[in-house]
């Protein structure tokens, strides 16, 4: 795509040198008595030809356009020179020179790659360098002007190769900073998943700023505090670089690899619901390693189904079961409460959908919800061991 | 223990730039890198061997009129203080590491500048300005080492003000007649052209540059996960755990009085409310968005629209491909065309009661995408864009209103989650 551009560039910029340079020598060539008056329009009108190639070399890269600009340039510069072998004007050679130098040897800057371009280069300087000098006052081939065009040849051609070999030497410089950018994004998002992943702690810090959102005013102070410290504390855990996992007993599990023990953790869910108003009963496994992703899917799908519970269910009791086999762990979360038809209540007012269903089905677990109105409603949570 | 303060962000900030170092070791995002440091410093080289060429060429030419000049020295005073500017620079510039201070800037344009005084004394006596001035036009090419290193305005302001010094030279020392005339204004020709030429080139390489360097660092999101959550989220997501640990610290060491008065219960809201948003949305974004938004180029033009989170199905062709069709959509020719703008739209998926059942194990399922383009003709579509759209997938186009309207199906094999859970 670079190579494009490049190209692009060089094209746009030959285009507005060689336009400059006719436009000058059309500036030159018109002053009386430079050209023989009979001979002034033709050249004028080759100029302008060349003009019009001259801006298709900057919008194609077609080498046929560069050719048919080289052939009409080199054209007025010998047509100028009409009749042939008077006394010339003084003012003639310089008032081609532009003509050579720029607006001939402009479209050198877009010949620098290949041998059939090469070629063309050697072609346009040659011929355009010896018209220029055919014009000269002494007869002979050095003259001042010819030799500015063929010097503007060179430094055309100096510029596109330049130019070239630049934006190469400064590709392979931006293919390391994209690797480097590459590396930066993969850490990034590293770092963000697990920012994110922590989500029982920031379930935790979220009640308690929603809490302090409403000034603290219905929770002992103590506790808030206490509360408050404990977050805090969690969350410097987690800027320093290890994921902490809430346990109930106030001290923090800083394992974050492999297997976690699910008890604990169980434990600082039940005394959370039970400081908002919802009794869980656990029946069952006590103890059970998981792998830590699989346990914060299971505890977050946990979390939400309880808290379902508390909010929808208008009851103050819920009752978790736990159950193990070879290869998944169950739990089935029931209550006693109003309950509702499935099929009417959608997926989004229940969270079911973003925070269970996805949650659980990214480690190979489940979910299913059965529930009938007025008797309750029992969902069922699924993880692989 | 609670009650420690964080200390550890100042030193942290602190260790990654020292006291000392000021601009030298500052750097910004990628793209704003300055822009030496992709290679323009190497065109600098370029220009000094065309500026040496075009010396030896204008002493050549002094040497071949000496005889003309009725006083010899200042014109070779000329020549020589050139020749000691441009080495002087040339050496000073690669020894500093491509950097050019104020005062060393002006004291090379002060000795430019009695370059050009020396050679209008010597030439003023020949009357004729356009054929005797050789040292003042190579200034104006010695002038453009500096085009790589000052801003582009300095070096138009110079080149500025070396035409009206010919100029002005010109009109009073030169009779102006049809034979002396073109002489004269190819000589200020030469002395302005230099200068656009270089000003137009480096300018025109840099931004080239700069776009493919954007390019290069958009075309990273390529690879990402299906939902990414980006560069800056990751950032601000870790600004927000730390704006909650020092309220809750606040709190817990009892700086702040309970119940908490109202500012900081607001904050304790916000924070809140932002938080929660950063912890669902930031896992809802694509690839595609994260591109649009971090691009320069992209972000320009483009939106996207795609509630269901599709393009992150794609695959890293898919998504390639893509990137480049939007890419050359988005580059306008010129500079003069109308104001672009591109619309994205994903989704929504085809009931998969529509496709055939059982017609083989593998499911694919399509994407419908559709690209409306305003302010570009069909003729004037790039052809890399179709053959890019080639790669994503099906593809049909449709012109209305002044509008291109691509319709794309992207097949997508066996996406897992692409379907919403019945």
Not at chain 1, 139 to 155: D, K, R
Not at chain 1, 211 to 219: C, E, I, T, Y
Not at chain 2, 71 to 82: D, I, K, Q, S
Not at chain 2, 361 to 366: E, F, K, L, R
Request: hydrophobic fraction near 50%; aromatic fraction near 4%.
């Amino acid at each position: 795509m670079i190579e494009r551009e490049r190209k692009l560039l060089l094209q746009r910029a030959a285009r507005a040198f060689g336009l400059c340079g006719v436009m000058l020598a059309g500036l030159c060539l018109s002053l009386p008595g430079v050209v023989d008056a009979d001979v002034l329009p033709s050249v004028l009108i080759l100029l302008i030809a060349q003009a019009a190639a001259l801006v298709m070399v900057g919008r194609s890269s077609h080498l046929g356009w560069v050719v048919l600009t080289i052939v009409l340039g080199c054209g007025a510069l010998a047509l100028a020179q009409l009749p042939w072998g008077q006394g010339a004007s003084l003012a003639l050679p310089i008032s081609l020179a532009p003509l050579g130098a720029a607006g001939l040897a402009g479209v050198g800057m877009v010949l620098s790659e290949g041998t059939g371009r090469w070629l063309v280069w050697a072609g346009g300087t040659l011929g355009s360098s010896l018209l220029v000098a055919t014009a000269g006052p002494t007869g002979g081939l050095v003259s001042t002007p010819a030799i500015a065009t063929l010097a503007s040849w060179v430094i055309m051609l100096i510029i596109g190769t330049w130019v070239t070999v630049g934006v190469q030497r400064a590709l392979r410089r931006i293919d390391g900073i994209g690797r480097a950018h590459l590396v930066e994004r993969q850490a990034s998002e590293t770092e963000a998943q697990r920012r994110q992943g922590a989500r029982l702690l920031h379930d935790t810090v979220l009640a308690t700023l929603t809490l302090l959102a409403h000034s603290g005013v219905g929770v002992s102070a103590d506790a808030l505090r206490q509360q408050a410290e404990e977050d805090a504390a969690l969350l410097r855990q987690l800027r320093l670089g290890s994921t902490p996992m809430p346990r109930f007993s106030g001290s923090y599990s800083l394992e974050p690899v492999a297997e976690t023990p699910l008890g604990t953790t169980l434990e600082s869910v039940k005394n959370r619901f039970g400081r908002m108003g919802l009794d869980v009963r656990w029946h069952g496994t006590g103890q059970v390693l998981l792998p830590s992703d699989v346990l914060d899917a299971f505890l977050l799908a946990l979390t939400e189904s309880l808290e379902n519970v508390r909010r929808h269910a208008g009851v103050e009791q819920a009752d978790v079961t736990i159950t193990e086999t070879q290869d998944s762990l169950r739990a089935v979360i029931t209550d006693a409460g109003a309950g509702f038809t499935p099929g009417d209540v959608t997926d989004e007012r229940l969270g079911v959908a973003e925070s269970i269903v996805a949650r659980l089905r990214d480690v190979g677990g489940s979910a299913r919800v059965f529930s009938t109105p007025g008797a309750g409603t029992t969902v069922i949570l699924e993880v692989p061991r | 223990m609670s009650s420690s303060p964080p200390p550890e962000e100042s030193t942290l900030g602190g260790s990654i730039r020292p006291a000392g170092a000021r601009s030298s070791t500052r750097r910004g995002s990628p793209t704003s890198t300055h822009a030496s440091a992709l290679g323009s410093g190497f065109l600098g080289i370029g220009v000094a061997i065309i500026a040496a060429l075009q010396s030896m060429l204008g002493i050549a030419l002094f040497m071949s009129r000496a005889g003309d000049y009725p006083t010899l020295l200042p014109a070779v005073g000329a020549w020589l203080l050139l020749m000691v500017t441009f080495l002087g620079l040339t050496i000073t510039i690669s020894a500093s590491g491509e950097r050019l201070p104020d005062w060393l800037y002006f004291f090379f344009l002060a000795a430019l500048a009695a370059v050009v005084w020396l050679d209008f004394v010597a030439i003023a006596p020949l009357d004729d300005v356009g054929r005797y001035a050789t040292a003042s036009i190579s200034a104006g090419f010695v002038l453009l080492i500096i085009v790589t290193l000052r801003a582009q305005w300095e070096v138009l302001l110079a080149t500025g003000a070396l035409a009206i010094a010919f100029v002005i030279a010109i009109l009073a020392t030169t009779p102006l007649t049809p034979a002396t005339l073109p002489a004269q204004i190819i000589v200020v020709a030469l002395a302005v052209g230099p200068g656009l030429t270089g000003v137009l080139l480096v300018s025109g390489f840099e931004r080239m540059l700069k776009r493919e360097l954007d390019r290069v660092l958009v075309q990273s999101t390529v690879t990402a996960p299906r939902l990414a959550v980006g560069m800056l989220a990751s950032e601000e997501l870790a600004r927000l755990d730390q704006d909650a640990e020092e309220l809750l610290d606040a709190v817990a060491t009892g700086r702040a009085a309970l119940p908490l008065p109202a500012d900081l219960s607001a904050r304790a809201s916000s924070l809140a409310t932002e938080l929660r948003l950063h912890l669902i949305e930031g896992r809802r974004e694509t690839w595609l968005r994260h591109a649009v938004t971090e691009s320069e180029h992209l972000g320009r033009r483009v939106a996207v629209s795609d509630p269901a989170a599709l393009a992150g199905l794609l695959d890293s062709t898919q998504r390639d491909a893509l990137l480049a069709a939007l890419w050359l959509l988005a580059s306008d020719p010129a500079a003069s065309a109308p104001q672009r703008i591109i619309d994205v739209e994903l989704g929504p998926l085809a009931s998969p009661a529509s496709e055939p059942a059982g017609s083989g194990d593998v499911t694919a399922t399509i994407i419908p995408l559709v690209i409306t383009v305003v302010g570009i003709k069909r003729n004037r579509v790039d052809p890399g864009v179709w053959e890019a759209l080639d790669r994503v997938g099906r593809y049909s186009d449709s012109t209305a209103n002044g509008r291109l309207c691509v319709d794309v199906d992207c097949a997508v094999e066996n996406p897992v989650d692409a379907t919403r859970p019945s």
